[in-house]
């Protein structure tokens, strides 16, 4: 075998092995997602990928690593679809900045929903190999939205008396019970999930509030 057919061969295992992992990966976010991580073993991750046992080992070390991949990548792509940045000179730039914020977000979990429900569902007491994860996710959304908050507020767009750490917990929290509620608690809702009418009355409610005019 000559060193340009090697090369090939090198290739064609490393192509398989990350298709292999991705199957991996899938199937588990498929199984994670309706069954929920502890009732979710080893071996059903292997029936549902159709693969190996001694694959699935090559691999990852247990179920819990696997999560913490599919955690990680959740959390890289999520940063990557909202790295937008406040550019803003006026408030109605702010405003329309906030939407596109919302915006990309209830797209980006409603097109991940099976990782967005894992995310929903896991119950408290974690294991400390996964709970640092779940954390670091909320704790950069929270950073972003700070940032992005104090930002506006330099630039004059938002009252200086505002508590930038304490708005971006309550429009995080708002968002995440809004996306749990249409997505995936209530069935009929999640039919007619219209997002951009959700977005508009979302950023309605935080920048104007839900009192009638005097």
């Given at each position: 075998m000559?060193?340009?057919?090697c090369w090939d061969e090198s290739m064609r295992?490393?192509?398989?092995?990350?298709?292999r992992r991705e199957q991996l990966l899938?199937?588990?976010?498929?199984?994670?997602?309706?069954?929920g991580f502890y009732n979710t073993y080893v071996d059903d991750i292997i029936?549902?990928?159709?693969?190996?046992?001694?694959?699935?080992?090559?691999?990852?070390?247990?179920?819990?690593?696997?999560?913490?991949?599919?955690?990680s990548r959740f959390l890289l792509n999520w940063q990557e679809s909202v790295s937008l940045g406040v550019d803003c000179t006026t408030r109605q730039d702010y405003v329309r900045y906030i939407?596109?914020?919302?915006?990309?977000?209830?797209?980006?979990?409603r097109?991940?929903?099976?990782?967005?429900?894992?995310?929903?569902?896991?119950?408290p007491g974690l294991s400390a190999v996964i709970e640092p994860y779940l954390l670091n996710f909320e704790h950069l959304m929270l950073d972003i939205l700070i940032e992005d908050f104090s930002k506006a507020q330099?630039?004059?767009?938002?009252?200086?008396?505002?508590?930038?750490?304490?708005?971006?917990?309550?429009i995080a929290g708002a968002f995440f019970r809004v996306h749990y509620y249409y997505c995936l608690m209530d069935s009929d809702?999640?039919?007619?999930?219209?997002?951009?009418?959700?977005?508009?009355?979302f950023t309605d409610y935080l920048f104007t509030g839900i009192l009638a005019a005097d």
């Open positions: 000559n060193v340009s057919d295992r490393s192509i398989q092995k990350d298709l899938n199937a588990a976010a498929r199984l994670f997602s309706g069954k029936k549902e990928a159709g693969i190996g046992k001694g694959t699935f080992y090559r691999n990852f070390k247990n179920k819990e690593e696997l999560f913490v991949e599919l955690l939407k596109r914020i919302a915006r990309e977000s209830f797209l980006f979990f097109d991940h929903n099976d990782l967005s429900n894992l995310y929903f569902r896991l119950a330099a630039l004059g767009l938002i009252a200086k008396k505002a508590d930038a750490r304490l708005a971006a917990n309550m809702a999640s039919r007619s999930y219209d997002i951009d009418h959700i977005v508009e009355q």
